[in-house]
């Protein structure tokens, strides 16, 4: 398939690199052309402007970081939608706002394009193996064309329903409990450490007993061993997510009390640890409180 790819940091490129190694004709586009270097050098061809990534593609990819990053290489004169053929296909892997994502929706139906929003779950690393969790919503054809491409970077593809945004829903909701759990590691290293605990001790306990799921092998050792950089999910990203599910709480009404802690503490870890940090150094904040 000719497909383009728009958005080359740590996930995308992964994602990338694994169409392309699956024999895929690959148009790749990024803001900072020199990230797409290495893609290039394995056979993928740099595009110009995100309209050349897409035009002529069967599909076209998505890992951009916000709403306002995907308005601008969707719309306007070099914007994707202004080069994907009709009948073409859009995938978003980015975590956006079901606001956004209602908006690309309708611009595509608008030209006679399919959507299907496709976030995913994984850190760096599974995206490299190409082992991610893909949520996808959208018409169920247009699913069932993205599914092959799917099979070669995910393991496992949960459908959600025939709106695209229902994907962004879940995927803010995941990853508020991704902070949320991150938020309980800390309180507990906290509490461990300064009653006399040895942080390695307390992950010993922890791993070793009934807190062993896959978000715990993950983030435990990172905030144990206070390992913040590099960021596998940066800080600005996981408040953005915060944000944007806080939108999503009240445009249905729902109080989510938590998310006003996660909020606050992550606003003080970017202020105080740096915007290069990790996610996980909302630990080092929680060990200040007090």
Do not use: C
Not at 163 to 180: E, R, Y
Not at 199 to 211: A, K, N, P
Request: negative net charge.
């Amino acid at each position: 398939m000719k497909l383009g790819f728009l958005g080359l940091g740590q996930m995308g490129a992964g994602i990338a690199a694994n169409l392309l190694k699956a024999g895929h004709e690959l148009h790749v586009w990024n803001r900072s052309p020199e990230k797409a270097g290495p893609l290039v050098a394995k056979g993928a061809v740099l595009a110009r402007s995100p309209r050349e990534a897409a035009e002529g593609a069967d599909a076209i990819f998505s890992m951009i970081a916000d709403d306002a990053a995907l308005a601008t290489v969707m719309e306007g004169e070099d914007g994707l939608l202004a080069g994907l053929p009709a009948g073409a296909l859009h995938i978003s892997h980015s975590t956006i706002s079901v606001a956004a994502a209602d908006r690309a929706a309708g611009l595509h139906a608008e030209r006679g394009q399919r959507f299907v929003s496709a976030p995913v779950f994984g850190r760096p690393p599974v995206a490299e193996a190409g082992q991610l969790w893909i949520v996808a919503a959208g018409a169920s054809d247009a699913i069932d064309a993205a599914q092959p491409l799917f099979d070669v970077i995910g393991r496992t593809v949960f459908r959600v329903g025939g709106t695209p945004s229902a994907a962004n829903l879940v995927k803010l909701a995941g990853n508020f409990m991704i902070m949320s759990t991150v938020e309980a590691y800390g309180e507990a290293m906290a509490l461990a450490e300064r009653g006399g605990v040895p942080r390695d001790r307390m992950l010993e306990v922890l791993s070793g007993t009934i807190f062993d799921g896959t978000i715990h092998k993950i983030y435990g050792p990172m905030i144990a061993e206070q390992r913040y950089r590099p960021a596998g999910f940066a800080a600005p990203l996981g408040l953005k997510d915060m944000r944007l599910a806080g939108e999503a709480a009240a445009t249905v009404g729902q109080p989510m009390p938590l998310l006003d802690l996660l909020k606050a503490h992550l606003t003080e870890t970017v202020a105080t640890e740096g915007d290069d940090v990790d996610v996980t150094a909302m630990a080092a904040t929680i060990a200040k409180l007090g």
